[in-house]
């Protein structure tokens, strides 16, 4: 099971910081991702972090704001989000997906994925 956490309201500019608590067997048999939707948007990719922990990617809207990372020993992943805009808002998602051989693949499908947390909501005022 995956916790997403760490949402909120905040105005265009500020820095939030997301959790993603993986229950179960250790986040590192697992490649991470964030996801958003946005009211009557499809869910798209945010960020992603491969099994091996090394290779991070992002989507260019957020490149350079937000940043992916993990704790191990916590089982969780975080992601780290620099100034925000009012089109930032959405509900945001993890997800993982065990892999076995790909421990450096970052999966940007959401059909890759087949663990999603419950989402957390990020609105961003301008």
């Known amino acids: 099971q995956l916790q997403a956490s760490g949402g909120g309201l905040v105005q265009a500019g500020s820095s939030l910081r997301l959790s993603c608590t993986v229950s179960g067997p250790s986040i590192s048999r697992y490649a991470v991702a964030w996801f958003r939707q946005a009211p009557g948007k499809e869910r798209e990719f945010v960020g992603g972090?491969?099994?091996?922990?090394?290779?991070?990617d992002y989507a260019n809207s957020v490149k350079g704001r937000f940043t992916i990372s993990r704790t191990t020993s916590r089982n969780n992943v975080y992601l780290q989000m620099n100034s925000l805009k009012p089109e930032d808002t959405a509900v945001y998602y993890c997800?993982?997906?065990?892999?076995?051989?790909?421990?450096?693949?970052?999966?940007?499908?959401?059909?890759?994925?087949?663990?999603w947390g419950q989402g957390t909501q990020v609105t961003v005022s301008s």
């Open positions: 997800a993982s997906k065990q892999t076995i051989l790909s421990v450096s693949t970052i999966y940007t499908d959401t059909n890759d994925y087949a663990y």
């Open positions: 972090i491969s099994r091996s922990g090394g290779s991070t």
